[in-house]
């Protein structure tokens, strides 16, 4: 079985205190707990290394590359905490970046093991209180509605808790939420596809309004930008980090209409898209950054069809944007480099990853100052 399908439209095409919330959904609005945007400063970013336990040798081999070049440009800005799924796995990590010449100055490795390697739909999710205190939420995660292996990605968040003391609020119960499907502008603004929330493989029975309650309360939201999305089209349901993303506060970077087009977006979300509005009512500023010009060929031959640079990585010195050998690597890395003048815009070779079904803000997770 090859590797987990997540943003591929060719194919239709977690020793701390703890915080128990087991009702279905709480009762008011009001927001409790806030989460800092992903442009904001970092502790530090967290990834999942590749193993061959789940998939093979050949699978981890072909992707050891991109987590040592974004392990190279996270560490120059920030902590870099690598989980490997044992003693073996860390070994064989440091020696791979002792050979490339990356220091290890500024990474902590963790040992648990994992199911796979995209640590934006398991991992933590971290928020703040009224008072700037750090929380870890564990939210529930079941492997994109029971569709791949979970439970060691599932108890990831939990055993990182435990061993930072972050107090974890437990919302396993509340909601299965993957952090790829949801987007927030920092204002209290979330965007999300129904397809990858509010469907009975994740969440059944939830309403939009029980969704909404939770994501004020949990995540600071006040104005929700909702798309229908595709269910069934991938394993994600249609993740919306695969096409839109808050690029900051009054901005929505994403695809041309015929490259939504291309990526299955429904037209009614496109439309729907465009004329979304922050929560003062005052509509987003849209860059639209295209697919690759060519379809995508891995490093051993397999044509993956065009792919988005939509799915980048926002770190404290850098932005890591995906990149597949093609003319419009340029063209995406310019526009982007555009949107964070302070930041180095990196490209990161995603070739081998988007075979398996994502880019880098997928196997990425950061830990907010």
């Known amino acids: 079985m090859e590797n987990l399908l997540l943003l591929l439209p ?21 927001i409790v707990y806030t ?51 044992d ?4 070994e064989r990590i440091i020696a791979l970046l002792e050979k490339e010449d990356v220091p290890l100055s500024n990474i902590d490795f963790k040992i648990y093991p994992t199911d796979d390697v995209w640590v934006r739909d398991n991992g933590p999710i971290y928020v703040k209180d009224k008072n700037g205190q750090l929380f870890i939420e564990d939210w529930g995660f079941n492997g994109w509605g029971r569709k791949a292996a979970y439970d060691n990605c599932n108890a990831v968040p939990t055993k990182i808790a435990a061993d930072q003391q972050i107090q974890k609020i437990d919302l396993n119960a509340v909601m299965v939420n993957e952090g790829g499907s949801v987007e927030i502008d920092g204002k209290g603004v979330l965007m ?3 397809s990858s929330v509010l469907n009975e493989n994740r969440n059944p029975g939830m309403t939009q309004q029980q969704a909404e309650e939770i994501f004020t309360r949990y995540l600071g939201i006040k104005k929700f930008i909702w798309l229908e999305g595709k269910a069934g089209l991938d394993i994600t349901d249609m993740h919306i980090d695969g096409f839109a993303r808050f690029a900051n506060a009054s901005t929505i970077i ?31 500023k849209f860059v639209k950054v295209p697919l690759t010009q060519n379809d995508v060929i891995t490093t051993y031959g397999k044509n993956l069809g065009k792919a988005s640079y939509i799915n980048y990585y926002i770190a404290n010195n850098s932005v890591l944007v995906p990149k597949y050998n093609d003319p419009n690597d340029a063209v ?10 302070g930041k180095k815009v990196v490209g990161i ?3 081998n990853l988007f ?13 907010p100052r």
């Open 35 to 85: 989460m800092p945007e992903e442009s904001g400063p970092h502790e530090g970013t967290w990834l999942q290394w590749p193993h061959q336990y789940q998939y093979g040798k050949t699978f981890r081999n072909r992707l050891d590359a991109t987590w040592i070049t974004m392990t190279r440009e996270l560490i120059q800005g920030e902590k870099v905490h690598i989980i490997a799924y």
């Open 10 to 30: 060719t194919l239709l095409l977690s020793c701390t205190k703890e915080i128990s919330t087991n009702n279905p959904a709480p009762a008011d609005t009001t």
């Open 254 to 284: 994403t695809l041309n209409n015929d490259d939504l087009t291309y990526w299955q977006v429904p037209q009614d979300d496109i439309n729907k898209l465009y004329a979304a509005t922050n929560n003062e009512s005052v509509a987003y």
């Open 192 to 194: 999300a596809c129904k």
């Open 332 to 341: 995406a890395i310019n526009i982007i480099q555009q949107l964070y003048p």
């Open 349 to 351: 070779d995603c070739r």
């Open 87 to 90: 003693q073996t796995e860390q």
């Open 355 to 367: 075979a398996n079904g994502g880019m880098i803000h997928c196997v990425t997770q950061q830990q």
